[in-house]
């Protein structure tokens, strides 16, 4: 191993000190390669869901992406590495390309950021590009780059510009958020209310009806969707397309004109690695300026298309939102807390008069947005008008016939959509919008109806056939009696997981069972599970997460293991005892885990807040007082009873998850409300979806009458039991009766779910 530090002569050696650097390159190029691959997934989405302001869902502003660009731009940074060769000077450029490219990009990516958040990401963005700036000076002053300088000069102004644009664009986020938060409010009262008038319709075409509003308000508020169709947000189009061209004619001057600039001899430390980092970065280049482009035209193209209907002296009017929050600033008082009055009046009017100037900037750079969004308009609409007089030509031989129908056709799509106009959100100045939405005739809601109906939960509605729907979902009353005594001096409140999962537990543990119809019922258990977890989540308003967390523990040991805590329910299955004796070991072995909680001291505490039980005990509660009322209600049971008591179950267990399923009608308008207004299409979304789903468990549960009961107590499995015992106040058959019928017929197995 040669030993490393002086040299003979008591020098440094720094032979090697430029070894590792072709794999700092690669370095380097994988972290370009990542930006490339995520900007990629990005315009990909966005082309296939025909979003063509094309979100940022994978690529936005972060700290991740932010620590990959300031790893991808290592070369223009470097400020002492030789790089004499072409191919190292355009490696250069192409990495202070590249950073416009992410920054126009990313921009829409301001609209799903906090405040905090927000104001950090651009403060590192600006350091970042600060920092860029000053190394590519200091370059330019010590030869290190030595040609393409021009073009570096412009592409540190078009950073320094899209810095600015990014800064004061974020101004403006909070302040519309607000306002299409309240707006968005409004509107869904508003279909809520046309919504309940409409009685003649079904439960599904009423909900389909509904989200086609919700996902209109939805997309249209969306704050990406809100930054993307932005002046500012457009103008940056323009911008990555001038640094993308500036990149493109530095590589044609390079490649095809090598007698308009002279190259020095000589190797890079960086050796070939350059090379792959000029490729990779040369193709992120091209692929992300793809989205900011695309931004561009579209603003452009619908301007084009509108330009009659435009009012010219509303162009350069800069909206109130855009200096809102400045305005809101000045106004408010210093919470500096300084002593003189004489400071604190120069404090203040320092901060007005910094105020001002940012009010003039920002209005500056919205005026300025328009302007070039005016000249691009009169250079694209030439190009628009030759096609237009193409398409013209093509007319001429055409069917006058085949027009008529296609215009009556559109006419007809436009009458069936003219409804939605008052749901597009916009903001002051964006009264366009709605002619937008209603051309471009985008409804997503059908076809995530389509692909939720593709999805069917098969045995969740065989499993719902059999309960006893017609009869009021009497098994949520049977499932817990009040006759059975309690363990502790109070009764936890109930949900409607828990009670499903005991259940099942115990309907895997009956003996001589075929095991189709467990997998068939584990099946339709865990199918109904998820739309009852949403219902307990956005419905039920108690405080029943440890409740609902001891459910999920229960049902997993259930699911995957066929266990019930650290009892073995298959192998118990098969043991030679009658289902009596399995539903009563069940049950004391679920009272002894519950006693033995309640009589250690330790735990006196807890005791007085059964809904912060430990879990095994939560569980055992369950299991002991549905276990209890099943052996009080079938005292007959024997050997060959167990499938008649599966069955029994099952309605049991149907019942339940009808009776929650009742919920779907409300759930789904109260899923497009909830969420934030960055989630929010993606929740009405997730909503039509589940309406496509669970479309035929909707058309079921609606031929039975509704219960008695208001919207937010039907979410309330206890007000359901409340209102069986309401009406059945002696809901068990007393042991004498049931004896008699035994004896009547000694093969029937009586249970009653009448």
Not at 162 to 171: G, I, R
Not at 294 to 314: D, E, H, P, V
Not at 511 to 539: A, D, F, H, T
Not at 658 to 663: D, E, K, M, P, V
Request: aromatic share 8%.
């Amino acid at each position: 191993m040669v030993k490393l530090g002086c040299n003979i002569d008591g020098n440094l050696d720094d032979a090697k000190f430029s070894e590792p650097l072709p794999w700092i390159g690669i370095y380097v190029a994988a972290a370009s390669l990542a930006c490339l691959i995520l900007m990629a997934v990005d315009g990909i989405q966005g082309i296939r869901y025909r979003k063509f302001w094309f979100p940022c869902k994978y690529f936005s502003l972060n700290a991740t992406s932010l620590t990959l660009i300031a790893t991808a731009i290592k070369l223009a940074v470097d400020l002492n590495t030789s790089m004499p060769r072409r191919q190292d000077q355009l490696a250069k450029l192409s990495s202070t390309v590249f950073i416009c490219t992410v920054m126009g990009n990313s921009m829409p990516s301001l609209g799903t950021m906090e405040n905090k958040e927000m104001a950090m990401n651009i403060m590192a963005l600006g350091i970042l590009v600060i920092t860029v700036i000053v190394n590519i000076c200091i370059q330019l002053g010590t030869g290190v780059i030595y040609v393409f300088w021009k073009e570096h000069a412009f592409i540190m102004f078009i950073m320094l510009v899209l810095l600015l644009f990014w800064t004061f664009s974020a101004l403006t986020v909070p302040t519309t958020k607000r306002y299409l938060e309240l707006k968005y409010n409004k509107k869904y009262e508003l279909a809520l209310k046309e919504s309940s008038k409409e009685t003649s319709k079904t439960v599904v075409n009423k909900l389909r009806e509904d989200l086609m509003k919700y996902w209109m308000m939805a997309h249209t508020c969306s704050p990406q969707f809100v930054m993307g169709r932005s002046v500012t947000c457009t103008a940056t189009g323009a911008f990555c397309l001038l640094s993308a061209a500036t990149l493109a004619e530095a590589m044609v001057r390079s490649y095809f004109m090598p007698w308009s600039l002279k190259f020095c001899i000589g190797k890079s430390d960086y050796q070939w690695s350059t090379t792959l980092v000029l490729v990779i970065q040369t193709i992120a280049v091209g692929v992300g300026t793809f989205a900011p482009a695309c931004r561009w035209f579209t603003a452009i193209n619908f301007s084009c298309q509108n330009r009659g209907n435009t009012l010219w002296n509303k162009i350069f009017k800069v909206e109130h939102y855009w200096i809102q929050s400045l305005v809101e600033m000045k106004e408010c008082p210093l919470t500096l807390r300084v002593r003189h009055r004489h400071f604190r009046k120069l404090a203040h009017a320092a901060k007005v008069h910094f105020l001002n100037l940012c009010i003039k900037v920002q209005t500056g750079i919205v005026l300025t947005s328009k302007v070039i969004r005016l000249i691009s308009i009169f250079i694209v609409s030439q190009i628009f008008f030759c096609c237009s007089c193409c398409e013209e030509l093509k007319k001429k031989f055409k069917f006058k016939n085949g027009v008529s129908n296609t215009e009556s056709g559109l006419e007809s799509q436009l009458s069936l959509k003219l409804d939605l106009r008052r749901f597009v959100l916009h903001l002051e100045g964006e009264d366009v919008m709605v002619e937008l939405m209603m051309k471009c005739k985008r409804d997503p809601t059908d076809h995530w109806m389509r692909i939720g109906g593709k999805k069917q939960p098969k045995d969740l509605i065989k499993l719902l056939e059999t309960s006893t729907f017609s009869q009021g979902f009497k098994g949520v009353g049977k499932c817990d009696s009040n006759q059975v005594p309690s363990l502790g001096s109070e009764e936890p409140p109930n949900c409607w997981v828990l009670p499903v999962v005991t259940l099942t537990s115990i309907a895997v543990a009956l003996p001589n069972i075929n095991p189709c119809s467990i997998k068939q019922l584990i099946r339709g258990v865990n199918e109904g599970l998820e739309y009852v977890r949403l219902i307990e989540e956005y419905l039920d308003a108690r405080d029943l997460l440890n409740i609902r967390k001891t459910a999920e523990v229960v049902w997993l040991g259930v699911e995957l293991y066929r266990k019930w805590l650290d009892v073995d329910l298959h192998k118990l299955s098969l043991q030679e005892k009658s289902p009596k004796e399995i539903v009563q070991q069940l049950a004391d072995t679920a009272k002894n885990r519950s006693v033995e909680f309640h009589t250690k001291p330790t735990n006196q505490c807890l005791t007085q807040s059964p809904s912060l039980w430990p879990v095994k005990v939560l569980a055992a509660n369950s299991m002991y007082r549905i276990s209890q009322t099943i052996l009080q209600n079938c005292e007959s049971i024997n050997d060959q009873m167990g499938e008649k008591l599966f069955e029994a179950v099952v309605v049991m267990i149907s019942d339940i998850l009808g009776a929650c399923l009742t919920n779907l009608q409300h759930l789904i308008p109260i899923k497009c409300l909830s969420s934030t207004i960055e989630e929010r299409e993606e929740s009405v979304r997730h909503a039509v979806y589940i309406l496509g789903k669970t479309e035929k468990i909707l058309n079921l549960l609606e031929q039975r009458a509704p219960p008695s009961l208001e919207p937010q107590q039907m979410a309330c499995i206890d007000e359901w039991r409340s209102l069986y015992m309401q009406k059945n106040p002696s809901p068990f058959i007393p042991s004498s009766l049931e004896s008699e019928t035994a004896s009547n017929d000694s093969s029937d197995f009586y249970v009653s779910i009448n």
